[in-house]
């Protein structure tokens, strides 16, 4: 059997399983452990605390520091509401192409990367290859966050990761971060003709919401010399504000939700300490003036770190290699790839796949695709071994 034949064929069973972020991955972890550890790979499995999702950290060759990571994420988004001709989680091919929720993002990776475990094992790596194959990446990087944690501190660490986000196999060396937060007022409620009586939680939401339009404007001038990010800025989108019953009721509860997408981690912490002040100095001590148990609190719903753009960077020197490519971009999209840049890694991403069949009816890859990145992996496993 071909490495794409291969490829093909471990693709279909991970499309079978359904891991929509809401359900659990524990069958696909469970398939790639089984198949990375029949050729010889040490597995490790780290489960969350539901006991219902984990990511699979495997390693061929070497148990010494300075190897490549390839990465990419389990989970997938709904299917509901949309529009398929065929069976989403049935995978079928037509003109080239391979469909089904995940053949793109990022299952398709993840089969190509698997697929060519023997092929690493057979070429006695001197530098060893590492598999992270995450949860929950569409809800937040919930589980590249917790792989990290645990990553921290060990001396084996690779050094290098290639993220396998669906590019058309471009090199792609920086993108935004992207920061979701839910905001809770507390009022207390009363008739709407005594509203000094009240605490009107929508009026203190929109004054929320208008200190964070005003932090807009501040991003929009700390924009780092020579940023390549379209817009050059970090931004913040405000998604929805809810509160209220009826016009004649103080309303006692209301709801932000709210988005940041930081060009570098300075100007989230920027935002988020401006907002800590504003609430402590002056939203809360208003408030609590007229009732002591109001109160405003923020869910962080996931914080995922950009991919920096670096002068050197020894990941994109690599790729470029291997893959004969002349030129990297940015992606407006977020990924895992700032969290492994954060423990010290270089970090690319470059993946089989367009980003704008991702999410989408009918999702697919193209087998030319899939077989470029067979090709840039084939040489990986040479270069390894050399």
Same mark, same amino acid.
């Given at each position: 059997?071909?490495?794409? @034949?291969?490829?093909? &064929?471990? *693709? #279909? +069973?991970?499309? %079978?399983?359904?891991? !929509?972020?809401? /359900?659990?991955?524990?069958?696909?972890? @469970?398939?790639?452990? &089984?198949? *990375? #550890? +029949?050729?010889? %790979?040490?597995?490790? !499995?780290?489960? /969350?605390?539901?006991?219902?999702?984990?990511?699979?950290?495997?390693?061929?060759?070497? +148990?010494?520091?300075?190897?490549?990571?390839?990465?990419?994420?389990?989970?997938?988004?709904?299917?509901?509401?949309?529009?398929?001709?065929?069976?989403?989680?049935?995978?079928?091919?037509?003109?080239?192409?391979?469909?089904?929720?995940?053949?793109?993002?990022?299952?398709?990776?993840?089969?190509?990367?698997?697929a060519m475990a023997p092929r690493f094992a057979a070429n006695?790596?001197?530098?060893?290859?590492?598999?992270?194959?995450?949860?929950?990446?569409e809800v937040g990087c919930l589980g590249a966050r917790n792989?990290?944690?645990?990553?921290?501190?060990?001396?084996?660490?690779?050094?290098?990761?290639?993220?396998?986000?669906?590019?058309?196999?471009?090199?792609?060396?920086?993108?935004?971060?992207?920061?979701?937060?839910?905001?809770?007022?507390?009022?207390?409620?009363?008739?709407?003709?005594?509203?000094?009586?009240?605490?009107?939680?929508?009026?203190?939401?929109?004054?929320?919401?208008?200190?964070?339009?005003?932090?807009?404007?501040?991003?929009?001038?700390?924009?780092?010399?020579?940023?390549?990010?379209?817009?050059?800025?970090?931004?913040?989108?405000?998604?929805?504000?809810?509160?209220?019953?009826?016009?004649?009721?103080?309303?006692?509860?209301?709801?932000?939700?709210?988005?940041?997408?930081?060009?570098?981690?300075?100007?989230?912490?920027?935002?988020?300490?401006?907002?800590?002040?504003?609430?402590?100095?002056?939203?809360?001590?208003?408030?609590?003036?007229?009732?002591?148990?109001?109160?405003?609190?923020?869910?962080?719903?996931?914080?995922?770190?950009?991919?920096?753009?670096?002068?050197?960077?020894?990941?994109?020197?690599?790729?470029?290699?291997?893959?004969?490519?002349?030129?990297?971009?940015?992606?407006?999209?977020?990924?895992?790839?700032?969290?492994?840049?954060?423990?010290?890694?270089?970090?690319?991403?470059?993946?089989?796949?367009?980003?704008?069949?991702?999410?989408?009816?009918?999702?697919?890859?193209?087998?030319?695709?899939?077989?470029?990145?067979?090709?840039?992996?084939?040489?990986?496993?040479?270069?390894?071994?050399?």
């Amino acid at each position: 059997m071909t490495d794409l @034949a291969a490829t093909r &064929s471990l *693709l #279909g +069973d991970l499309i %079978a399983i359904p891991t !929509i972020s809401a /359900d659990s991955n524990l069958e696909m972890i @469970a398939m790639l452990a &089984s198949y *990375l #550890g +029949d050729q010889g %790979a040490e597995v490790e !499995i780290q489960t /969350d605390d539901s006991g219902k999702k984990a990511n699979l950290l495997a390693r061929i060759g070497p +148990d010494e520091p300075g190897g490549i990571l390839l990465s990419g994420h389990s989970d997938v988004v709904p299917v509901e509401d949309q529009a398929w001709t065929g069976d989403p989680f049935g995978m079928w091919e037509d003109d080239g192409k391979l469909f089904g929720r995940g053949t793109c993002d990022m299952k398709g990776f993840i089969a190509a990367a698997t697929a060519m475990a023997p092929r690493f094992a057979a070429n006695d790596l001197r530098r060893p290859v590492h598999f992270a194959f995450t949860h929950d990446e569409e809800v937040g990087c919930l589980g590249a966050r917790n792989l990290t944690e645990i990553l921290k501190g060990r001396e084996t660490l690779p050094s290098i990761a290639i993220i396998g986000e669906p590019t058309e196999m471009r090199i792609i060396e920086g993108h935004k971060g992207c920061c979701e937060y839910t905001t809770r007022f507390t009022g207390f409620e009363g008739h709407g003709s005594r509203p000094e009586l009240g605490v009107n939680a929508v009026e203190y939401a929109v004054r929320y919401v208008s200190r964070l339009l005003d932090l807009r404007e501040h991003l929009r001038h700390r924009a780092p010399p020579g940023s390549l990010f379209e817009p050059p800025w970090s931004t913040i989108n405000i998604g929805r504000l809810t509160g209220g019953h009826v016009h004649n009721v103080i309303p006692g509860r209301a709801e932000v939700d709210w988005e940041m997408r930081p060009v570098n981690d300075g100007d989230m912490d920027f935002v988020n300490d401006n907002l800590r002040t504003f609430i402590a100095r002056t939203l809360l001590p208003e408030m609590k003036r007229v009732f002591p148990d109001a109160d405003i609190t923020t869910e962080v719903i996931g914080e995922v770190v950009g991919l920096e753009p670096m002068d050197s960077n020894t990941a994109r020197d690599l790729v470029a290699y291997l893959t004969g490519a002349n030129g990297t971009d940015l992606v407006s999209f977020s990924t895992e790839a700032g969290l492994f840049q954060q423990l010290g890694m270089s970090a690319v991403i470059c993946g089989p796949g367009s980003i704008a069949q991702a999410h989408k009816p009918d999702e697919f890859i193209e087998l030319d695709q899939l077989d470029q990145c067979l090709t840039m992996l084939h040489k990986l496993a040479d270069q390894l071994a050399a």
